[in-house]
DNA sequence: AATAATTAGTGTCAAATTAACACTTATTTT
DNA sequence: AAAATAAGTGTTAATTTGACACTAATTATT
C-alpha cells in the first residue's frame, strides 16, 4: 500500500470566494461584506471560506454563502480558480470561484452582507476585484446563450423587467420590439393573466417560464444582443 | 496577527488532470497513460498530479502535462473541479480539470501517453471517465463560439480538414457547401498558395489564420454547425 | 369631466443570413 | 484514354434580422 506517494505531496488551504450578482429593477449590483477578522480586517470583501474535510467544493460554496448572507440553495456555477502563489499575503490559499445571479430583494436584512452597485464596486481584499470582473464577463456569456435569467426574477416577472435586466447585464440598450419579439418566439414565455402595476400606470402582464420546454430544449440565446459577440 | 484564523481550517491535497483531445485525420482522440504506480497501478488515466507549494494550478497543470507526455506550452483551460470527498479511496484529493484539443501528431513517442479514440476510451480511475465527458462538452460549445479550433490544426490547413474536426467534435455531417461559405465569411483564414496532396489527387489548398484579425475581432461561430444548440 | 403624463405593447419592410440542394474540376491510377 | 477520387463551387426560397414610431391603457392633475 504506497500511500507514501500522496504524503510526500504538500496540502493546500483551499477556499471558496461567491460573487453573488443582485439585480431588482435597474442597475446590477453586487454582494459583499465587511471582514470583521484579520488579516484585512474592515476592509470589503467577496463571501469567502474554506473547503472543510467532509464537503465538496460546491457544497462549501453553498454552507459559505449561506452563513455569511442566509441565502440558501441559490445556484451557482463554479467559473475560475484563482491560486497564485502569493496572492494571499499570510499563507498560501487557492481559491474557487463560484457566481451566481439573484433578486436583491430576496437577501435578508439580518445579514450584514450589503448590495453595492456593479458599478461602484468599492477596493476589494486580495484579488477579489480582478474576481469580480473575471465573473462578469462569464455572466455576460452566460445570459447570452442561456435563458438562466429568467430564473432569478422568482416566479413570475414582466418583459420591461427582463429587458431592464439585459440591459444592466450588457450596459447597453436594447430595441424593445425585437427583444421582445425574440423572447417570446422562444416560445419558452407563458403569458399570465395578472398584471404588475407597481412600475406603470397602465400595467405589464406577468410572464412566467414553461419549465417543461425549458428543461430539454435550451435554446441558444445568442444574439438576444444583436451585434454582440461572445468574450 | 491572527495567523490562527488560517491554521484552524485544514488542508487539501490539491490535483489537476488534464484532458487533452487529440485530432489528425479523422477522428476525435483522447491521450490517456498507464498509471505506474498504486492505487489503481497499471489501469489507464488521465494524465494528472499535485499543485506544489510554488505554482499556481494552471502553473502546475502545464508541469504535469509536460513531465508526462513532453508537451510544452499547450493552452489548456480549468473547466471544472472534481471534489467530491470520496472521490479517491486513499485520501482526500480535490481536482481541478484543464482541457486542451491538440494535434495528434505533436506528441512525441518517447513517452508512455497513447492516444485513444473518443468513442472507444477505456475505464478510466477514480470519477475520470466523467471528467472525459464534461470535457467533451465544454469543447462543444467552445467550439461553436469560438475559432480555437484553426489553431490546433497547425500552421496550415486545409477546409477539408477543419471541416472533419468539426464533423468529430460533433459527431454530425456537415454540408460542405455551407461550412466552407461560412469559415470563408468569417475572413480569419488566408489561402495559400500551396497544396495538400496528401489526401487527394486533386489537392487541397491550405490556408492558415489571419491572426491580426483573429486577436481583437473574436467572432461568435456559433451556428457554424446548423441546427446545433449550446449544451 | 377633460387633459396630460407615463409606460406597455405592437407591425412593417428591406437586408442579411440560412439551409437545402448536385454538378464540375483537377489530378492520379489503371 | 478512361475511371476513380476528392475538391470546389452557385442558386434559390425561407427565415431571421435590425431599423424604425405609433397606439393603448391607466392614473394623476386640473
Redesign the pocket.
Known amino acids: 500500500m504506497t500511500l507514501d506517494f500522496y504524503k510526500k505531496n504538500k496540502k493546500i488551504l483551499l477556499a471558496v470566494d461567491c460573487i453573488i450578482f443582485g439585480f431588482n429593477k435597474e442597475e446590477l449590483e453586487i454582494l459583499l461584506i465587511q471582514r470583521d477578522f484579520e488579516p484585512e480586517k474592515g476592509k470589503w470583501s467577496l463571501m469567502g471560506g474554506f473547503v472543510e474535510e467532509n464537503e465538496s467544493p460546491g457544497d462549501a460554496a453553498q454552507r459559505v454563502l449561506k452563513s455569511l448572507t442566509g441565502l440558501d440553495h441559490i445556484y451557482m456555477e463554479q467559473f475560475a480558480v484563482f491560486g497564485n502563489p502569493n496572492r494571499e499575503p499570510q499563507e498560501r490559499v487557492v481559491s474557487l470561484c463560484y457566481f451566481a445571479l439573484i433578486n436583491t430583494e430576496i437577501l435578508s436584512t439580518d445579514y450584514k452582507a450589503k448590495w453595492f452597485k456593479l458599478e461602484k464596486c468599492p477596493p476589494l481584499i486580495f484579488d477579489h476585484n480582478e474576481m469580480v470582473v473575471e465573473a462578469h464577463n462569464k455572466l455576460k456569456k452566460k445570459a447570452a446563450l442561456y435563458p438562466i435569467l429568467f430564473e432569478l426574477l422568482s416566479d413570475k416577472f414582466?418583459?420591461?423587467?427582463i429587458?431592464l435586466l439585459y440591459e444592466a447585464i450588457y450596459q447597453n440598450q436594447l430595441?424593445?420590439?425585437?427583444f421582445?419579439?425574440?423572447l417570446?418566439?422562444s416560445k419558452l414565455l407563458i403569458k399570465l393573466n395578472e398584471?404588475?402595476?407597481e412600475?406603470?400606470?397602465?400595467?405589464?402582464?406577468y410572464y412566467k417560464v414553461d419549465k417543461s420546454i425549458y428543461k430539454e430544449k435550451i435554446i441558444s440565446f445568442l444574439?438576444f444582443?444583436?451585434?454582440?459577440y461572445g468574450e
Do not use: C, E, V
Not at 414582466?158 to 423587467?161: A, C, K
Not at 412600475?199 to 402582464?205: I, L, M, P
Open positions: 414582466t418583459i420591461p423587467q429587458t430595441d424593445k420590439r425585437n421582445t419579439r425574440k417570446l418566439a398584471k404588475d402595476k412600475n406603470s400606470k397602465k400595467g405589464a402582464y444574439n444582443l444583436p451585434g454582440w
